[in-house]
């Protein structure tokens, strides 16, 4: 309960959840026959450091070509048939060339994506990316820029311009207005690029500090990666908040 008397955000969620399920069990005929623990062959990170490492683990196979491909069989995909439990939350571009799952190699079940224009964030976004931690434990959070962004370029030009994007493109203008104005005040050479790692920052920092997100924060059970990835090398670079 909050100092009001009234449930807090996270006890209604969580309880809402718990109906649904019910629900939906009743409704099943049938139950799906148990698939043996084998299915998911590696335990699921508990910590933020451990899915971190996991996370980083898997762009370096990203990065050199080594890549496992894990979670992506159909005894793995009959596994997290009834439940999942991802292990991280990733917020990220729409850019094609920017996928998440395959940029970590990781499989069915292990993260969370959400993705966004620039990974611009609104109310909807914000609860996307809560999600996870709130209901069921995810312990690391993602917010995932990336080299040579084409709407955070768009962006730019626009609000340097002066001259709207059309129809709802807007709206991502203005959501990275403060990446924006951060940009302005740092310069450097390549304007476009400093204001899509300020986005991250600013971002990943916004989400940290968050009324339902930070007491998970100060309680160790989370933590929000900024991050910044290169087309050209495939590789993750870490730019705030890495878990020890």
């Known amino acids: 309960m909050d100092r009001t008397g009234q449930p807090d955000r996270r006890s209604l969620l969580a309880g809402g959840l718990a109906i649904a399920t019910a629900a939906l069990a009743g409704c099943s005929s049938t139950s799906a026959a148990p698939v043996a623990a084998s299915a998911s062959p590696t335990a699921r990170p508990t910590t933020p450091a451990a899915a971190f490492t996991r996370l980083m683990e898997g ?13 992506r069989d159909p005894n793995r995909r009959q596994f997290v048939a009834a439940k999942q439990k991802p292990f991280g939350s990733v917020l990220s571009c729409i850019d094609s060339r920017v996928p998440p799952e395959l940029l970590f190699d990781t499989g069915l079940g292990d993260l969370y994506v959400m993705r966004t224009g620039g990974e611009a964030v609104g109310p909807v976004v914000t609860g996307s990316v809560e999600y996870g931690p709130m209901t069921s434990g995810t312990p690391l959070i993602v917010v995932l820029g990336h080299q040579r962004c084409g709407a955070v370029e768009a962006s730019y030009k626009s609000l340097r311009d002066g001259e709207p994007l059309p129809g709802n493109l807007e709206a991502i203008a203005r959501a990275l207005r403060p990446a924006y104005e951060k940009a302005r005040r740092e310069g450097g050479a390549d304007p476009v690029d400093t204001m899509a790692r300020a986005q991250v920052t600013l971002t990943a920092a916004n989400l940290r500090s968050n009324q339902d997100l930070a007491p998970l924060v100060k309680k160790g059970s989370l933590a929000v990666v900024g991050a910044y990835y290169s087309l050209d090398t495939g590789k993750v670079e870490v730019l705030a908040g890495a878990p020890s």
Do not use: I, M
């Not at 370096?60 to 496992?68: I, K």
């Open 59 to 71: 762009n370096a196979r990203w990065v050199s070509g080594n890549l496992e491909h894990p979670d």
